[in-house]
């Protein structure tokens, strides 16, 4: 199943960029592997997935060390508590979701510890919603003090439109929020992680680097 699954996204990936003039490689798929057993991520990695995205620490932590082949990517995609860091940090190969100024401090100090340059996203909560994390749309406020961090490298934006709001003018909105702190900052940003299983067509249209899909790759959460 996961096969499958896997050959029809890439299909849809591949038309989804052909559509708006973009080369193959400038999207990478993330399975959204939170929950699922290594059996599954295995499964995938078989059938090429080489990149996977987790949400929880601790779940994270295990799965880093139970099964982590050369060649697999694995990316934090999830709410990360301060008091956490050191276990993401060198491990995760892109952390998407860099929520405050607090915590891009603490993964520098961490990645200054550790010897090591730390690849990040800025997470936008763009819907101003409650119940998630990141930064408002003013966030160029915070990025003279987030570019002054040296081992934080920051490639980009990620966010989560509302779930009950179509999905496409928050993908237009973070593009152009991205291009707009390339100007005002003289920097590139070339990474866009927004986008997964119900909408990810769009936000390749849009721009997307980084497409986050769970559901449509392992099924539904049991």
């Given at each position: 199943m996961?096969?499958?699954?896997l050959?029809?996204?890439?299909r849809?990936?591949?038309?989804?960029?052909?559509?708006?003039?973009?080369?193959p490689e400038s999207?990478?798929?993330?399975?959204?592997?939170?929950?699922?057993?290594?059996?599954?991520?295995?499964?995938a990695?078989?059938?090429?997935?080489?990149?996977?995205g987790?949400?929880?620490?601790?779940?994270?932590f295990?799965?880093?060390y139970d099964?982590?082949?050369?060649?697999?990517?694995y990316?934090?995609?999830?709410?990360?508590?301060?008091?956490?860091v050191r276990?993401?940090?060198?491990?995760?190969?892109?952390?998407?979701?860099?929520?405050?100024?607090?915590?891009?401090k603490?993964?520098?100090?961490v990645?200054k510890?550790?010897?090591?340059?730390?690849?990040?996203l800025?997470?936008?909560?763009?819907?101003d919603?409650?119940?998630?994390?990141?930064?408002s749309l003013?966030?160029?406020?915070?990025?003279?003090?987030?570019?002054?961090?040296s081992?934080?490298?920051?490639l980009?934006?990620?966010?989560?439109?509302?779930?009950?709001e179509?999905?496409?003018p928050?993908?237009?909105?973070?593009?152009?929020?991205?291009?707009?702190?390339?100007?005002?900052?003289d920097?590139?940003l070339?990474?866009?992680?927004?986008?997964?299983?119900?909408?990810?067509e769009?936000?390749?249209?849009?721009?997307?680097?980084?497409?986050?899909?769970?559901?449509?790759?392992?099924?539904e959460?049991?």
């Amino acid at each position: 199943m996961i096969s499958d699954n896997l050959i029809d996204i890439q299909r849809r990936i591949d038309s989804a960029l052909l559509e708006v003039g973009r080369k193959p490689e400038s999207c990478t798929l993330i399975g959204v592997s939170k929950t699922k057993p290594i059996s599954q991520i295995k499964e995938a990695y078989s059938s090429g997935l080489r990149d996977f995205g987790e949400n929880y620490v601790e779940e994270f932590f295990a799965k880093y060390y139970d099964y982590h082949p050369d060649d697999l990517h694995y990316h934090f995609i999830g709410r990360l508590p301060t008091k956490k860091v050191r276990k993401i940090v060198g491990k995760s190969s892109l952390i998407h979701s860099i929520s405050s100024l607090k915590l891009a401090k603490k993964v520098d100090f961490v990645s200054k510890d550790e010897n090591l340059i730390q690849k990040v996203l800025i997470q936008i909560n763009q819907g101003d919603e409650a119940s998630k994390s990141g930064f408002s749309l003013n966030v160029g406020d915070y990025f003279e003090d987030l570019l002054s961090l040296s081992n934080v490298k920051i490639l980009g934006l990620m966010s989560i439109p509302p779930y009950s709001e179509p999905a496409r003018p928050y993908f237009i909105s973070l593009r152009e929020l991205r291009d707009e702190l390339e100007k005002q900052f003289d920097i590139e940003l070339p990474y866009l992680s927004m986008g997964m299983s119900g909408d990810f067509e769009e936000a390749i249209q849009e721009g997307s680097t980084h497409i986050r899909v769970g559901t449509s790759i392992f099924g539904e959460r049991q």
